[in-house]
């Protein structure tokens, strides 16, 4: 290679080099160096592990705060990859409009955790929303989804149930790679549809379901903007998620450095996460000619 390839290499990679330096490696650092200090974004002083001992013993919002969070991930997560490939099942058996039903299921991912899909889902379930309309029409009256502390956290998990789209396509696409000779043998041998799915087609998208498993915990775990434009964290905090605190403690209390402890607690418990889901992927998770 020729040393002005070489350079015109760097000269490609610099864009995202350069953003990648000063937008990820950079505030990564800080918030760490910032973690161990009393910062208030005018003044600063080191304090070793106090903010850290803080959070463990003292601050009781940290621990109601991250319990609802894992209870809200650990219902979301399961309920958004189960209606994926059950969607994901259905549309693999159509012959017809198939690209018009793939654009319809996977046009919520898009948005995303959007301001406007926010602000509709809280128009949809306020009191006198569009669904509590809809149920008045019908007879029924509605509770206050949005107001009821027994219902509020609920309710909000439906949002990234909603928005199955992105973990669908791709295990559309590993079903399309499930070899059809294998499961047409299996139903000559006498296995039901069942059968088949729970002891080839499931194994055979194990890889899929595994990668879709920790890109959701990792995504969900860390949501914020439903919580922060639905319901400000209530009603009485029922649903004051992790990554709500931790805003409000860095940017309306201006506590920067108990903020950054707070994110690096946050980045530990989806390390853990990760970590455990790795370990345990061995036992399910199948690969090639391992099927």
């Not at 919520?108 to 006198?128: H, N």
Request: charged content about 15%.
């Amino acid at each position: 290679m020729h040393k002005k390839d070489k350079y015109l290499g760097y000269l490609y990679i610099a864009p995202w080099l350069a953003g990648f330096l000063i937008l990820t490696l950079y505030p990564f650092v800080v918030s760490l160096i910032y973690s161990f200090t009393d910062y208030d974004m005018f003044h600063i002083s080191f304090t070793g592990l106090a903010n850290y001992k803080n959070i463990f013993t003292q601050d009781k919002t940290f621990l109601s705060s991250l319990l609802k969070t894992l209870l809200y991930t650990g219902i979301s997560v399961p309920l958004k990859l189960c209606s994926a490939l059950l969607v994901a099942l259905m549309l693999n058996k159509l012959r017809r409009c198939r690209g018009i039903y793939y654009t319809v299921f996977y046009l919520p991912s898009i948005l995303g955790s959007s301001v406007a899909l926010a602000v509709l889902w809280k128009y949809v379930f306020k009191k006198d929303g569009l669904l509590n309309l809809l149920l008045g029409a019908a007879g029924i009256s509605g509770p206050n989804w949005l107001g009821n502390p027994d219902l509020v956290l609920y309710v909000m998990m439906l949002l990234p149930l909603w928005q199955m789209g992105a973990p669908m396509v791709l295990f559309l696409a590993a079903l399309k790679n499930v070899p059809a000779d294998i499961t047409e043998a299996a139903k000559i041998d006498g296995a039901r549809p069942l059968q088949v799915f729970k002891n080839i087609t499931l194994p055979m998208i194990s890889p899929i379901i595994f990668f879709n498993m920790i890109m959701q915990t990792i995504e969900i775990i860390q949501i914020f903007t439903p919580a922060y434009l639905i319901t400000k964290g209530g009603p009485v905090k029922q649903t004051y998620l992790y990554s709500l605190y931790l805003y409000d403690t860095a940017f309306r209390d201006m506590k920067i450095g108990y903020a950054s402890a707070l994110s690096w607690i946050l980045f530990t418990v989806i390390i853990s996460f990760t970590l455990i889901f790795f370990a345990l992927s061995k036992k399910w998770v199948y690969y090639g000619d391992e099927v």
